[in-house]
């Protein structure tokens, strides 16, 4: 059976995944600031450090997949801690574990989001996050609103994972992208309860073509697929599971 890592699995999406990889038989590594294998707080260098280290120690023969998980909602505070947990936490473990990955022709799944589209690729902070300077963006997210943060986080993280897909391939390591609608965990939850984005948000979910909104494991079981032998040579793809809501807005983009 495989060996996995993923962070954020102490709550929904990666709760979910965890439970179905294990259910499976794989072994799973969590890292998550509340509990987990790892404890680690990944909006930090030396959070993201202590949890690649945590990774290593415990896969010293490669690890089967790497799922970076962990984010934070629009509505999370100070906006500049969107910037570095959806963004720098992201590139910075999934750059210290390549090799780790690489050693068995393993793959990522960055879990992106349907809103990221809404994202310019030319916004000044998506820009920032795609140079590499996290204090330059963390400092114009915080001239900015909580969605712009999240949108624009998840668009610059798509918008590198697709960027480095063929430098990854050569190395042996297959990236791809979930992009989920609104899924009811806990994130949800957060935004759902938020005075001036929770009701924009309930319109928004509303508004699915196919109804509703996800349950964590709609999301997971994706993510599993992605990651194991029967989606072997899909590789860099960005999978839409929001229940067509990308398709309505933006139906001849894809
Ligand atoms: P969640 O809040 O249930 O889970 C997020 C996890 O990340 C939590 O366990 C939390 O403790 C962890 N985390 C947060 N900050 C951290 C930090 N600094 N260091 C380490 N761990 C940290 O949310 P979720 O909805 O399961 O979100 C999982 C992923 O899915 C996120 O990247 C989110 O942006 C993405 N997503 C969620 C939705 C949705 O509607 N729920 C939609 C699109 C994308």
Known sequence: ????????????????????????????????????????????????QAAVDGIRERAPEGLDGFIPCAGLPPVARPLSLIASVNYFAVVDTVAGLRDLIALKRGSVVIVSSNSAPMASAGDPFVQAC?????????????????????????????????????????????????????????????????????????????????????????????????????AGFVCGAVYFVDGGTDAMLRNDDF
């Open 1 to 48: 059976m495989g060996v996995f890592a993923l962070t954020g699995g102490a709550t929904g999406i990666g709760a979910a995944l965890k439970g179905q990889l294990l259910a499976q038989g794989e072994e799973v590594i969590s890292v998550d600031i509340r509990e987990g294998d790892i404890v680690a707080d990944l909006s930090t260098t030396e959070g993201r």
């Open 130 to 230: 795609l140079a590499g300077d996290e204090a330059a963006a963390r400092a114009e997210v915080e001239t900015r609103d909580g969605h712009t943060a999240y949108a624009g986080s998840k668009r610059a993280i798509t918008m590198w994972m697709r960027r480095n897909v063929v430098d990854y391939a050569a190395a042996g390591v297959r990236l791809n992208a979930v992009a989920p609608g609104i899924t009811m965990t806990p994130l949800a939850e957060q935004v759902f309860a938020d005075a001036e984005l929770g009701q924009a948000m309930k319109d928004f979910g509303e508004m699915t073509p196919w109804g509703g909104t996800a349950q964590p494991d709609q999301i997971a079981s994706v993510i599993r697929f992605l990651l194991g032998p029967d």
